[in-house]
T-cell receptor
Framework: GQNIDQPTEMTATEGAIVQINCTYQTSGFNGLFWYQQHAGEAPTFLSYNVLDGLEEKGRFSSFLSRSKGYSYLLLKELQMKDSASYLCAVLDSNYQLIWGAGTKLIIKP | DGGITQSPKYLFRKEGQNVTLSCEQNLNHDAMYWYRQDPGQGLRLIYYSQIVNDFQKGDIAEGYSVSREKKESFPLTVTSAQKNPTAFYLC?????????????FGPGTRLTVL
């Protein structure tokens, strides 16, 4: 079966750094997405990785290791507005997105 | 401005009634998708369409139906056969579904069946 694992909830402090991990087992791999979703709203695209390594985009970075079936999203200089759920999704061999359950990130002042 | 619209944002229905959720996009995307999201769970694919007049079942299609008569529109009907219809429904679109392509989401419809 196909499976994507993320921690259910994480807590961090404003101004700090947090790393959200995602491990996956899927039938094929055509890339990994990270989306941000505020409560009651639509998911919005953060990053896409298909090759191993780190992709940096402002305060957010995403890392991928295909051999380990592992990715992480790194958020720096945390702001209160970063409180949201972060969804990891893998594009499988049929180009279907397989979604993780999401990690709820709580930012404390 | 290009985007995806879903209406209504909140919808209440009595048990046993069919209800249709609207999804419209003006991004000129070929592919459209319907997802269901329940608390503490990831997005689950209900139906998707790669092209007009064609659609495919996703992982949880039972109790749902769709149509794709126009490129811009992909309405979802939640039928009385769906046992637990109360959920947050998200519509998405992408340029196509056969390669990398970011999915863009509508604002969602929260359906509550009383």
């Amino acid at each position: 079966g196909q499976n994507i694992d993320q921690p259910t909830e994480m807590t961090a402090t404003e101004g700090a750094i947090v790393q959200i991990n995602c491990t996956y087992q899927t039938s094929g791999f055509n890339g990994l997405f990270w989306y941000q979703q505020h409560a009651g709203e639509a998911p919005t695209f953060l990053s896409y990785n298909v090759l191993d390594g780190l992709e940096e985009k402002g305060r957010f970075s995403s890392f991928l290791s295909r051999s380990k079936g592992y990715s992480y999203l790194l958020l720096k200089e945390l702001q209160m507005k970063d409180s949201a759920s972060y969804l990891c999704a893998v594009l499988d061999s049929n180009y279907q997105l397989i979604w993780g359950a999401g990690t709820k990130l709580i930012i404390k002042p | 401005d290009g985007g995806i619209t879903q209406s209504p944002k909140y919808l209440f229905r009595k048990e046993g009634q069919n209800v249709t959720l609207s999804c419209e996009q003006n991004l000129n995307h070929d592919a459209m998708y319907w997802y269901r999201q329940d608390p503490g769970q990831g997005l689950r694919l209900i139906y998707y369409s790669q092209i007009v007049n064609d659609f495919q079942k996703g992982d949880i299609a039972e109790g749902y139906s769709v149509s794709r008569e126009k490129k811009e529109s992909f309405p979802l009907t939640v039928t009385s056969a769906q046992k637990n219809p109360t959920a947050f429904y998200l519509c998405a679109s992408s340029e196509n579904s056969l390669s990398y392509n970011e999915q863009f989401f509508g604002p969602g419809t929260r359906l509550t069946v009383l």
